[in-house]
């Protein structure tokens, strides 16, 4: 019997949105917490992100949602067109999102939110957070876990939650290393400045262009001074970092038969500040739990961008994961009905942004197709509510 005790740490393992999210959920409840990190200092790299209600209702009850909402842009319109002919094929009404979901769909640079998360927990806890360390493995007896870092003293505590992404040793400790599977998609990624571009670019919309095997993205953020770029295309090259410089002209080659919208915003991007990340992720695992160890975000479920969905998926395994931990006593049973009640879900969402990216990067542009398509994963994504479906799973 593994008795959940307050005031022995729950280790966290990797400080990036899901980390800091269960951190703050946790001492929330006033549980002892210690967040180790690789990095030597934190700060998010990359560009934009979309938040979308179903997180945000997490973010409510953990008293962020008023800063998120702050610093974020707010779509009024999601619109998708066929990139080269210009075609309306979808629209999302994310003006009406509020009134139905509860919450609006936010747009924020990524650093931002994080820091955000990041201000939060320190101000539960300024010790909570233990930077420089590497994670590299654990072991542990019926009473306590003891985990060991390179060059640091190893730390033991009640339990171990692997937050630590794709790459997670964590997560080859549990099922084995595997490697992760290159999707054949390469992203893109670029910042704005507002006044490089016509103000039209500028207006409150998520605009998505597609057209065979290539997907472009811009969205306004930090006030509408920024235009966040994210582009999609398949691709075989390999290299996983978001501070990997990319050849504008290759961009630019790949987009040349696109509309003008896309054409004046490559054009305006600075070669200096264009990045390029490959994109892998990982079929759907059936346990991602090890005694008193368990894995969480994208150790867990890695998943295509194609939905704006991985992230959100690691803020409500929080969610449901500390609220798990709150309703029952034993580390063990809580880690296996947490996972029991996001196994489905992360599984589906990680399927569906596998083929909504083969969709959009497809030949058949149907509007109708597309419509249908977007309307079901707007009632299914956003309508989603972690906080009640947690109540009602551990209840
Ligand atoms: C191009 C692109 C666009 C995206 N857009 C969106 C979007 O719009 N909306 C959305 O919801 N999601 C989006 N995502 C997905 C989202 O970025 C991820 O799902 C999310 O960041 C996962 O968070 P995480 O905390 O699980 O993992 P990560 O963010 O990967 O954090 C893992 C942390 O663990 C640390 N770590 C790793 N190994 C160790 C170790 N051995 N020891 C200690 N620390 C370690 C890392 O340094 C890092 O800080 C996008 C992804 C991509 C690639």
Not at 48 to 62: E, H, T
Not at 175 to 202: D, E, H, M, N
Not at 293 to 322: K, R
């Amino acid at each position: 019997m593994i008795i959940n005790n307050k005031n022995r740490p729950i280790i966290i393992i990797g400080g990036g949105i899901g980390g800091l999210t269960l951190a703050l959920a946790l001492l929330q409840d006033g549980h002892c917490v210690r967040v180790y990190e690789q990095a030597c200092e934190l700060k998010e790299v990359g560009a934009g992100i979309s938040l979308a209600p179903n997180c945000s209702k997490v973010f409510q009850q953990l008293g962020v949602a008023e800063i998120i909402a702050r610093q974020s842009s707010v779509p009024e319109l999601g619109e998708l067109k066929n990139g080269t002919t210009g075609e309306l094929l979808s629209t999302i009404p994310f003006v009406n999102l509020k009134s139905t979901f509860g919450y609006p769909y936010y747009q924020i640079h990524r650093a931002d939110a994080h820091k955000i998360l990041l201000d939060a927990v320190h101000r539960k806890d300024s010790d909570c957070i233990q930077l420089n360390h590497v994670f590299t493995n654990y072991s542990q007896t019926e009473e306590e876990v003891t985990v060991n870092f390179t060059d640091q003293p190893s730390t033991i505590g009640a339990c171990v939650i692997g937050c630590d992404g794709i790459r997670s040793a964590v997560r080859a400790q549990i099922t084995g290393k595997q490697p992760a599977r290159f999707t054949g998609f390469v992203a893109w990624r670029a910042i704005v400045p507002a006044t490089q571009l016509p103000a039209s670019y500028l207006v409150e919309k998520s605009n998505v262009r597609v057209h065979h095997q290539r997907q472009f993205v811009y969205y306004p953020i930090k006030s509408g001074t920024e235009l966040n770029v994210s582009v999609f295309a398949e691709q075989d090259w390999k290299i996983e970092s978001w501070t990997e410089k990319a050849d504008k002209n290759e961009l630019k080659a790949l987009f040349q038969n696109f509309q003008q919208d896309v054409v004046e915003i490559i054009d305006a991007i600075n070669p200096e500040s264009c990045f390029k990340w490959a994109l892998f992720d990982r079929d759907p695992i059936n346990c991602w739990q090890d005694g008193r160890v368990v894995l969480l975000g994208d150790a867990a479920h890695p998943m295509l961008p194609f939905l704006g969905q991985g992230a959100a998926m690691a803020i409500e395994d929080a969610w449901f994961l500390a609220q798990s931990l709150i309703s029952f006593d034993e580390i063990e049973t809580a880690f296996i009905r947490y996972q029991d009640a996001r196994l489905e879900r992360s599984s589906w969402v990680l399927s569906e942004s596998r083929a909504t990216g083969k969709r959009m990067g497809g030949d058949d542009l149907s509007p109708s197709t597309f419509s249908d398509d977007r309307a079901m994963h707007a009632q299914k994504m956003f309508g989603y509510d972690p906080v009640a479906e947690s109540a009602s799973a551990f209840s």
